[in-house]
Nanobody
Framework: QVQLVESGGGLVQAGGSLRLSCAASGNIFSINAMGWHRQAPGKQRELVADITSGGVTNYADSVKGRFTVSRDNGKNTVYLQMNSLKPEDTAVYYC?????????????????WGQGTQVTVSS
């Protein structure tokens, strides 16, 4: 089994900063892409940012220049540094990762999701 555990959400004023963390644990052979999605009330879940195992990053246009995604491969952890937060960034933020596990001689790759962490930005 694999688990993703997020931390770091909370309430912040507009213009403030928050840092989210997500640690993967369990039956992990390797981790491919890791990233963050968010879902605001009444809206679809959307990609915020992701990062490959080699460190190539990708951002939604709405967060470019304000958010930074990074990862510590030794700790199986992905981070999201969020600066210059806006009220429209308010959402539940979900960590996700594409992880390869090994069961005896069988390798399998699945997408895993964290439980979500609330980020609220007040105006």
């Amino acid at each position: 089994q694999v688990q993703l555990v997020e931390s770091g959400g909370g309430l912040v004023q507009a213009g403030g900063s928050l840092r989210l963390s997500c640690a993967a644990s369990g039956n992990i052979f390797s981790i491919n892409a890791m990233g963050w999605h968010r879902q605001a009330p009444g809206k679809q879940r959307e990609l915020v940012a992701d990062i490959t195992s080699g460190g190539v990053t990708n951002y939604a246009d709405s967060v470019k220049g304000r958010f930074t995604v990074s990862r510590d491969n030794g700790k199986n952890t992905v981070y999201l540094q969020m600066n210059s937060l806006k009220p429209e960034d308010t959402a539940v933020y979900y960590c996700n990762a594409k992880i390869t596990s090994r069961n005896s001689i069988v390798y399998y790759t699945r997408d895993y999701w964290g439980q979500g962490t609330q980020v609220t930005v007040s105006s």
